[in-house]
T-cell receptor, first 115, second 109 residues
Framework: ETGVTQSPTHLIKTRGQQVTLRCSSQSGHNTVSWYQQALGQGPQFIFQYYREEENGRGNFPPRFSGLQFPNYSSELNVNALELDDSALYLC??????????????FGPGTRLTVL | EDQVTQSPEALRLQEGESSSLNCSYTVSGLRGLFWYRQDPGKGPEFLFTLYSAGEEKEKERLKATLTKKESFLHITAPKPEDSATYLCALQTGANNLFFGTGTRLTVIP
């Protein structure tokens, strides 16, 4: 069984640029959630995708957008990067988001630094 | 408004010194309470899910319990490899997880 994978591991961008982060869900899971974790804080929910449709969104501006593909992998896109976007971005997969989801299993994260 | 508070923020234990971490919460409709372990620079690792008051789950040196207002993560005879940040998260009406800020545990040999 393959776990959740994320790429890239680390990324450095400058303010105003755009970034795309990628996530492959665990085998058999059809739901992907994205979280932002600032240093010393717990993860904060960005949004969730269930079978290629957005299935809930946290308190993040529209410049945070996402996609889920037919194989249930997912992308997180962030436009017009700001310094405060520097964080660890976590992807989590679960079995069935529409039914409540149960346990979410996290990937190793992408560390984004905005200069 | 849903809230989750973890205490203490940081805890230092001698190897073998048992203790408990607390997660207190207020929520309009709890669907599940989750415990995760997170090592520095890595993603959270799933430990337990608790669904109803009175429920208990155990894994090696860890035991999680749940009441209507709080959950405890009991650590019995900890070892240095138990050092990590322990995160508590609520699953409410939405399908996302609402996390606390964590307890940073250090176990000294």
């Amino acid at each position: 069984e393959t776990g959740v994978t994320q790429s890239p591991t680390h990324l450095i961008k400058t303010r105003g640029q755009q970034v795309t982060l990628r996530c492959s869900s665990q085998s058999g899971h059809n739901t992907v959630s994205w979280y932002q974790q600032a240093l010393g804080q717990g993860p904060q929910f960005i949004f969730q995708y269930y079978r290629e449709e957005e299935n809930g969104r946290g308190n993040f501006p529209p410049r945070f957008s996402g996609l889920q593909f037919p194989n249930y992998s997912s992308e997180l896109n962030v436009n017009a990067l700001e310094l405060d976007d520097s964080a660890l971005y976590l992807c989590a997969s679960s079995l069935d988001g529409r039914a409540g989801g149960g346990e979410q299993f996290f990937g190793p994260g992408t560390r984004l630094t905005v200069l | 408004e849903d809230q989750v508070t973890q205490s203490p923020e940081a805890l230092r234990l001698q190897e073998g010194e048992s203790s408990s971490l607390n997660c207190s919460y207020t929520v309009s409709g709890l669907r599940g309470l989750f415990w995760y372990r997170q090592d520095p620079g890595k993603g959270p690792e799933f430990l337990f899910t608790l669904y109803s008051a009175g429920e208990e789950k155990e894994k090696e040196r860890l035991k999680a319990t749940l009441t209507k207002k709080e959950s405890f993560l009991h650590i019995t005879a900890p070892k240095p490899e138990d050092s990590a940040t322990y995160l508590c998260a609520l699953q409410t009406g939405a399908n996302n997880l609402f996390f606390g800020t964590g307890t940073r545990l250090t176990v000294i040999p």
